[in-house]
C-alpha cells in the first residue's frame, strides 16, 4: 500500500488519513456514509422546513437554517474526498483540489464559530430583553450578523491560506490527515514555520476561544435571567431553545479545543484525527435532529406540513 502511494506522489498530495489501520477502512467507510447522507437529509429538511412554513421565518430559525446550510458545505468540502480514499487503494488528492479544500475547510469552520456566538447573542436578547426583541433582531440586522459571519470566516480563511500555500515544501507530499489541514501541511515543510504556527495560534484563539467565551457570557447572563422567572411555561420555553443551543455548541467547540490546544506530538496527531473526524461527520449530522427534537415549534412545522400535505 505505501509503495503506491509514494509512486503516485508526484503532482498530487497523498493524504495518508486512516491507512495505519486499513483494517478499518472499510468500517470508516459505511459509518461515515450513513453519518454523511444524515448530515445532507437532516440539514436539507430544516432549511426547506424553515422556508415553506411561515411560522418559521423569525430570526430564532433563520440562524439555525443558515447553520443546515453551512454544515452542508462544511461536510462537502472534505467526505467526499475522504469517501474516495477510503473505498480505494489511491489516497491522493491534486494540489488544486487540496488548496480548495484547504481554503473552504477553514472559511466553513471559522464562520461556524462566529455564527454560533450570533446565536448566542439572539438567544440572549430574547430571554432577557423580550420587549425589544424585535426591534433589536431586526430582519435587516440578522442578515447583516449573517453576513458578517461569512465574511469573517472566508477573509481568515483567505490569511492561513497565503500563509501556508508559499511556504515551500520537502520532496513528498504525504499529509498524516485525512484532508488538507494548516498543521499538518506545515509539517511537511523544509523551513522554519514558527511565524505560520503563531498565526494559526493567535487566529485560533480570536475565533475559538474567544467566540467560546462570548457565548459563555451570554448563557451566563441567561442563567440570571432565568433563576428570576416564574413562569413554568417560559422556562420550559427557554430550556427548549438554549439547551439545543449549547448542545450544539459543545459538540462542535469540545472537539476543536482538545485539537487546537493541546501540544503536538505523535500520538496526538492520531487522535486528533479522530477528534477531527467526529466534528467533521458526527456532529453537522446530530444537530438537525437535536433541533428537531427539542424544539415545539420545528415539531409543530413538522405536523402542519404533514397535515398540508
Same mark, same amino acid.
Given at each position: 500500500?505505501?509503495?503506491?502511494?509514494?509512486?503516485? #506522489? &508526484?503532482?498530487?498530495?497523498?493524504?495518508?488519513?486512516?491507512?495505519?489501520?486499513?483494517?478499518?477502512?472499510?468500517?470508516?467507510?459505511?459509518?461515515?456514509?450513513?453519518?454523511?447522507?444524515?448530515?445532507?437529509?437532516?440539514?436539507?429538511?430544516?432549511?426547506?422546513?424553515?422556508?415553506?412554513?411561515?411560522?418559521?421565518?423569525?430570526?430564532?430559525?433563520?440562524?439555525?437554517?443558515?447553520?443546515?446550510?453551512?454544515?452542508?458545505?462544511?461536510?462537502?468540502? !472534505?467526505?467526499?474526498?475522504?469517501?474516495?480514499?477510503?473505498?480505494?487503494? &489511491?489516497? =491522493?488528492?491534486?494540489?488544486?483540489?487540496?488548496?480548495?479544500?484547504?481554503?473552504? @475547510?477553514?472559511?466553513?469552520? =471559522?464562520? &461556524?464559530?462566529?455564527?454560533?456566538?450570533?446565536? #448566542?447573542?439572539?438567544?440572549?436578547?430574547?430571554?432577557?430583553?423580550?420587549?425589544?426583541?424585535?426591534?433589536?433582531?431586526?430582519?435587516?440586522?440578522?442578515?447583516?450578523?449573517?453576513?458578517?459571519?461569512?465574511?469573517?470566516?472566508?477573509?481568515? #480563511?483567505?490569511?492561513?491560506?497565503?500563509?501556508?500555500?508559499?511556504?515551500?515544501?520537502?520532496? /513528498?507530499?504525504?499529509?498524516? /490527515?485525512?484532508?488538507?489541514?494548516?498543521?499538518?501541511?506545515?509539517?511537511?515543510?523544509?523551513?522554519?514555520? /514558527?511565524?505560520? &504556527?503563531? =498565526?494559526?495560534?493567535?487566529?485560533?484563539?480570536?475565533?475559538?476561544?474567544?467566540?467560546?467565551?462570548?457565548?459563555?457570557?451570554?448563557?451566563?447572563?441567561?442563567?440570571?435571567?432565568?433563576?428570576?422567572?416564574?413562569?413554568?411555561?417560559?422556562?420550559?420555553?427557554?430550556?427548549? =431553545?438554549?439547551?439545543?443551543?449549547?448542545?450544539?455548541?459543545?459538540?462542535?467547540?469540545?472537539?476543536?479545543?482538545?485539537?487546537?490546544?493541546?501540544?503536538? !506530538?505523535?500520538?496526538?496527531?492520531?487522535?486528533?484525527?479522530?477528534?477531527?473526524?467526529?466534528?467533521?461527520?458526527?456532529?453537522?449530522?446530530?444537530?438537525?435532529?437535536?433541533?428537531?427534537?427539542?424544539?415545539?415549534?420545528?415539531?409543530?412545522? @413538522?405536523?402542519?406540513?404533514?397535515?398540508?400535505?
Amino acid at each position: 500500500m505505501m509503495e503506491k502511494i509514494n509512486a503516485s #506522489s &508526484e503532482g498530487y498530495f497523498v493524504l495518508l488519513g486512516f491507512s495505519k489501520w486499513p483494517h478499518l477502512e472499510v468500517v470508516l467507510f459505511v459509518v461515515i456514509l450513513i453519518f454523511y447522507l444524515m448530515t445532507l437529509i437532516g440539514n436539507l429538511f430544516i432549511i426547506i422546513l424553515s422556508y415553506l412554513d411561515s411560522h418559521l421565518h423569525t430570526p430564532m430559525y433563520f440562524f439555525p437554517s443558515n447553520l443546515s446550510f453551512l454544515d452542508l458545505c462544511y461536510t462537502t468540502s !472534505s467526505i467526499p474526498q475522504l469517501l474516495v480514499n477510503l473505498w480505494g487503494p &489511491e489516497k =491522493t488528492i491534486s494540489d488544486a483540489g487540496c488548496m480548495i479544500q484547504l481554503y473552504f @475547510v477553514l472559511a466553513l469552520g =471559522t464562520t &461556524e464559530c462566529v455564527l454560533l456566538v450570533v446565536m #448566542s447573542y439572539d438567544r440572549y436578547v430574547a430571554v432577557c430583553r423580550p420587549l425589544h426583541y424585535t426591534v433589536l433582531m431586526h430582519p435587516r440586522f440578522c442578515h447583516l450578523l449573517a453576513v458578517a459571519s461569512w465574511v469573517s470566516g472566508f477573509t481568515n #480563511s483567505a490569511l492561513h491560506f497565503s500563509f501556508t500555500f508559499f511556504v515551500p515544501l520537502c520532496g /513528498h507530499h504525504q499529509v498524516d /490527515h485525512f484532508s488538507c489541514e494548516v498543521p499538518a501541511l506545515l509539517r511537511l515543510s523544509c523551513v522554519d514555520t /514558527h511565524a505560520n &504556527e503563531l =498565526t494559526l495560534m493567535v487566529m485560533s484563539s480570536i475565533f475559538v476561544l474567544i467566540p467560546l467565551i462570548l457565548i459563555l457570557s451570554s448563557y451566563g447572563a441567561i442563567s440570571q435571567a432565568v433563576l428570576r422567572m416564574q413562569s413554568t411555561t417560559g422556562l420550559q420555553k427557554v430550556f427548549g =431553545t438554549c439547551g439545543a443551543h449549547l448542545m450544539v455548541v459543545a459538540l462542535f467547540f469540545i472537539p476543536v479545543m482538545c485539537i487546537y490546544l493541546q501540544p503536538p !506530538s505523535g500520538d496526538s496527531q492520531d487522535q486528533g484525527k479522530f477528534i477531527a473526524l467526529f466534528y467533521t461527520v458526527v456532529t453537522p449530522s446530530l444537530n438537525p435532529l437535536i433541533y428537531t427534537l427539542r424544539n415545539k415549534d420545528i415539531r409543530g412545522a @413538522v405536523k402542519r406540513l404533514m397535515e398540508w400535505e
